[in-house]
């Protein structure tokens, strides 16, 4: 029995598509690194790289454009001695140019007392994003569109006193002077 002439071509058209379906999906969680790193280190053109400049971001508490929602985020998160935002799983669905996804967060923003306690406000969260893929130049991209979380739970853990780092740790920093900015640069150009 011969084989039917169009299946190789159909199955390598299943294999393209499938291709762009991950390629989509890896720059979306790319996104959602670059963005997620900028709030943790306040950094304000990490936040809005992220989203497109028409973009809705709906915390709750704060409902705005892009620059708004990262100057509302550096301040709340700045009074906070270190914040972490984990991203947990991504349920991706791309159609097209527009992107739908549910991404887990639990975040954690810790606090000194002036005592040296620490407390710690650890949230259960959900990003449902909308992501759309538009040119740019002679390329596209994927961003946010629309963003809203969702607030599962949320809890506060009495630490008690601070725990010394050894000597010699690599501390982290909450601004752009963060070991991680050399470290990708170096990254982008080979170095590492």
């Known amino acids: 029995m011969r084989a039917n002439p169009s299946s190789g071509a159909e199955r390598e058209q299943g294999a393209d598509a499938a291709l762009r379906q991950l390629l989509a999906k890896d720059a979306i969680r790319q996104v959602l690194h670059t963005l997620t790193r900028g709030q943790d280190r306040l950094d304000r053109d990490a936040i809005t790289?992220?989203?497109?400049?028409?973009?809705?971001?709906?915390?709750?508490?704060?409902?705005?454009?892009?620059?708004?929602?990262?100057?509302f985020a550096i301040a709340a998160l700045a009074q906070f001695a270190a914040s972490h935002h984990v991203l947990g799983q991504s349920d991706i669905v791309v159609e097209g140019d527009v992107a739908h996804s549910e991404t887990y967060v639990h975040a954690h923003h810790v606090s000194n007392a002036p005592d040296g306690t620490i407390t710690d406000d650890v949230e259960g969260l959900r990003y449902l994003d909308r992501f759309e893929r538009r040119a740019v130049g002679e390329t596209a991209e994927w961003r946010i569109a629309r963003r809203t979380l969702v607030w599962d739970w949320s809890y506060r853990i009495c630490a008690g006193d601070a725990r010394a780092l050894p000597d010699g740790c690599t501390l982290g920093r909450r601004d752009k002077e963060d070991f991680v900015y050399d470290w990708l640069s170096a990254a982008a150009v080979g170095q590492r």
């Not at 790289?49 to 100057?71: C, L, N, Q, T």
């Open 49 to 71: 790289s992220g989203y497109w400049p028409d973009a809705i971001d709906d915390h709750g508490v704060f409902r705005g454009s892009p620059p708004e929602f990262a100057d």
